[in-house]
């Protein structure tokens, strides 16, 4: 009976797994539980689940390709990708660390014996020789014989009794910085896909103010050509003149930077895409409207906010590798016991290798570190105070989150009122402006209220055309603050998140 407790007692400290169980904490228990985001009511949303392609609800061609593009050939995504796949591989070696390692040998060697021991051996024939001459003789012949070849084959394998949980412990963690790393990239996916959304945005609202910034020129051009038209009749005086030029002037200047600016979002796109500078100048060149939003904006509630954001996600798995490292710090203070087997067969000549030249060696081996100086324990003490701080950190990213997508909310209401208000000023700018024309045809106005008037209705349409932008920027920020945009097998509803 002793010795099966001593035979089972290996099998019963391998189900042994030192260190703390992963649990998840629980952060935010009262918003989580919230049928609605806190800023969901002023921003007039519909409480329903999101499109995960979230640039497929604006209706946009060109949007849609960009982003497509993006996410297929990024630079950044490539490295994310490659990261991934090496934390995916890493987990991979951590499990076959696991199971017993085999492996073959064989060779072959030409052993010459020095000749001291040469002499020697014939010394001694020739001292045998005085009484034997025959036995003698032999003696110094076997001199001769000392060089010889060695032949060797066989196989050897050794196995980690994991009799504390070292190294499922170190499988445990690989496999989550593996899923860290996925959510890395799921990540990158949602904020380059915000992104190459809110340039593109700005492109065609910077396409629409250029435009009203040459309307407006256009419009000044033709009151300095009425107002020299005027003077040539002594109806209105040089400096007349020289102010509708200047008003010219400046609505010529206002157009320079928005086309600079109009460059660089292009080139900016070009880059999003693993493109070079000036690769999307002819697609893009055509005048269009921005993007079309959608009647009624989706947003769900609070927990599923915070199992779809990849950067929880995340910050989570960061949290679940740190608490393996425990396990791993703590079967320091343990022996590790490791099985080593071999069997050899070695010979003079590869004929006679085989089961009478072979031996066996099977052997366990134990490295303890009895006196480590506290080594050990410090690094316990390490691996205690980085899950502190991942558990500090993930609490963090969840709280962030939550911020994160109720402000979206709020600016993208606000934004959404401010068009409607920039609309109006718009509209009450157009008649000003189409009442002062006549008064000035008619005489009844001054070039100085004319060009006056002008410049408010230029302000009025830039205002309206930036707001319009900024609507749909907003729009764009509160998708990525929902977490949508990345691509996966189960991009709705991540398995990693529930744990």
């Known amino acids: 009976m002793r010795l099966g407790a001593l035979a089972l007692l290996p099998v019963l ?9 992963y649990v998840r904490p629980e952060v935010a228990r009262d918003a989580l539980q919230a049928p609605s985001l806190h800023r969901a009511g002023a921003a007039k949303v519909i409480a329903t689940p999101p499109a995960n392609r979230w640039w497929d609800e604006l209706h946009d ?7 497509d593009q993006a996410l297929s050939n990024s630079p950044s995504l490539r490295a994310a990708g490659g990261r991934l796949r090496a934390a995916r591989e890493l987990s ?10 085999v492996g073959a040998m064989a060779g072959g060697a030409y052993v010459q014996a020095p000749d001291a021991i040469k002499d020697s051996v014939r010394g001694i024939g020739d001292e045998i020789a005085a009484g034997d001459p025959q036995t003698g003789q032999a003696v110094r012949n076997a001199a001769d014989d000392l060089d010889t070849d060695i032949y060797l084959a066989g196989f ?19 496999l989550a910085e593996a899923e860290a790393s996925e959510a890395e990239l799921a990540d990158a996916q949602v904020q380059l896909a915000a992104e190459v959304g809110q340039v593109y945005a700005n492109y065609r609202g910077l396409q629409a103010r250029i435009e009203i910034a040459r309307r407006s020129a256009d419009a000044s051009a033709q009151a300095l050509a009425l107002t020299e038209q005027r003077r040539a009749r002594g109806a209105a005086s040089d400096l007349e003149v020289e102010r509708a030029r200047g008003q010219l002037q400046q609505n010529q200047a206002t157009q320079l930077p928005l086309e600079a600016q109009r460059d660089a979002a292009l080139d900016q796109l070009a880059l999003m895409i693993g493109r070079e500078p000036g690769a999307l100048d002819a697609r893009l060149a055509a005048a269009a409207p921005l993007p079309s939003l959608p009647a009624q904006v989706k947003v769900d509630d609070p927990a599923s906010l915070i199992r779809r954001r990849p950067d929880v996600r995340q910050a989570e798995r960061a949290l679940a590798g740190s608490n ?9 203070y343990f022996p590790q016991v490791s099985l080593f087997g071999s069997i050899a067969a070695v010979a003079t000549s590869p004929g006679d290798l085989g089961p009478d030249s072979a031996s066996t060696l099977v052997a366990p081996f134990l490295r303890w570190s009895v006196l480590d100086f506290g080594r050990v324990r410090a690094q316990v003490a390490q691996a205690r105070a980085g899950t502190e701080a991942r558990t500090a950190a993930y609490e963090g990213t969840v709280l962030a989150a939550l911020q994160d997508a109720n402000t ?27 009442l002062m024309d006549q008064r000035y045809k008619a005489g009844a106005a001054s070039l100085i209220d004319a060009l006056d008037v002008q410049r408010q209705q230029l302000t009025a349409h830039d205002n309206a055309a930036q707001a319009q932008v900024q609507q749909v920027v907003n729009y764009i920020a509160l998708q990525k603050s929902l977490g949508l945009g990345w691509q996966g097998a189960n991009a709705a509803q991540p398995a990693t998140a529930a744990r």
Do not use: K, T
């Open 408 to 434: 979206a909310l709020s600016n993208y209401g606000a934004a959404r009122r401010q068009v409607v208000v920039a609309q109006q000023a718009q509209a009450s700018a157009d008649r000003s402006a189409s």
């Open 13 to 21: 400290l391998a189900g042994c797994m030192l260190g703390p169980d």
């Open 156 to 174: 050897d394998a050794s196995w980690e009794l994991d009799l504390f949980g070292r190294r499922r412990r170190a499988v445990e963690q690989s």
């Open 92 to 101: 991979a070696q951590r499990r076959a660390e696991r199971l017993p390692q």
């Open 324 to 332: 393996a490292q425990i396990g791993q710090a703590l079967s320091a």
């Open 61 to 67: 061609a060109e949007l849609s390709w960009l982003v």
